[in-house]
């Protein structure tokens, strides 16, 4: 049934895409321990069924990531369409509608991965059937990949693709999850396209004290001298560092707001040792300044805490974990000088298990085409680069040297609906889906085909 690009049926596509989500979102792939495999069996049903074949390919019979490839004349290198199918847990208990029902209520479809990210899974397959079917005629081969184990990592995912079957994925650019959904600032509506992703570094930090007797009380206790270090902790702990990524984002956020406003906004980036104190002056509310805060610095924020085993006895050693997240071009090693002196402290700190932070162009081709579809489909509304302050599976990926940019679109929905990710009842708009997978379509269809 071929028909031209032109000539899709929009309608019947929001409709088709309603029913594929709710088919994904009624597979538990909750990971632990995952069995993505139902998902990738599903996925490679609907695919083969209309002469897209693909690959399972993974670890583990029940860990299966599906790839599928759509051939261009290559005469341009490969976009890379990737997703994870894994969700988390849930607590049924606190949801209004079974979170692996796929539910429709009120305009909105329930399911755990309604948002993170059975909706981009969705989107990104009907793009692949959208093209199929209007016989795209491609420069770019379009790989599509959903890959298991994202939530705990992805090295039973993406990672494992990039370690041993690299061939199947290798493109130059990819879509992946991080940006896409609609937000408001003043009631100035933005689309974020992440092209920056902060790398994570977690350290532990040790004290050594003399034990005791909780009944003679002295200042060699190994507690008291790690919480001298904690206090230190405030989330401005370290010094910020403008990247590429935030004078874009900053930018792109003034060019929309009145004149005050969006010299409000350039005051922020007059200096880095202002910076902070032009963010708390700005007229927004108090979780973007957090964000805001956290995109400028690397950051560090304890989280577990250890010490001790009896009320009585004062124990010789206490630790702390510290969750640290890395800006762009900062490797582990500078991080941990950096922490150390904004420490000042001799403390046995320990670096643990770095990944990498990832910077993609922010003028780039296909950014480019992002910003002209979002132009043509909601004229109001400007793209922003973003840095990710968490991780994706983008730092796989870039590892062949591919450019990620997280762009799943999605409509703004109202403040509170994207702090349903890892939450009780995770859903998605009807609205919000069809106009989604209409944006993504012409993205990777423009894009893919060169015109
Ligand atoms: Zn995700």
Redesign the pocket.
Known sequence: MAQSTNEINWQEVGEETITRLQGLLRLDTRNPPGNEIRAAEYLRSLLEAEGISGEIVGPSSDRGTFIARLRGDGSASPLLLMS?TDVVAVEPEKWTHDPFSGDIADGFIYGRGAL??KHMVTMEAMTMLLLKRSGARLKRDVIFMAAAD??VGGYQGAGWVVEHRPELIQSEYALN?GGGIGFEINGRRYYPVQTAEKGTVRFRIRTYGKPGHGSVPHHENAILKLAAILVKFTPDLLPVHFTDTLRGYIAAIASKQPPDIAQSLHAVLDDETTADAAIERLPLDESLKLRMHAMLRNTVTPTILDAGSQINVIPSEAEASIDGRNLPGWTPEMFLQELRSALDSDAEITLLEPSTPLQADIQSPLFNTIKDVLKERDPEAAAIPFLLTGG?DAKHVTKLGTKVYGFAPGLYAGAGEGRRVHSHDERISIRSLQWGVRVLYEVVERFASGT
Request: a negative charge; charged letters at 55%.
């Open positions: 994870h993170d990210m994202e939530e999850e994706t």
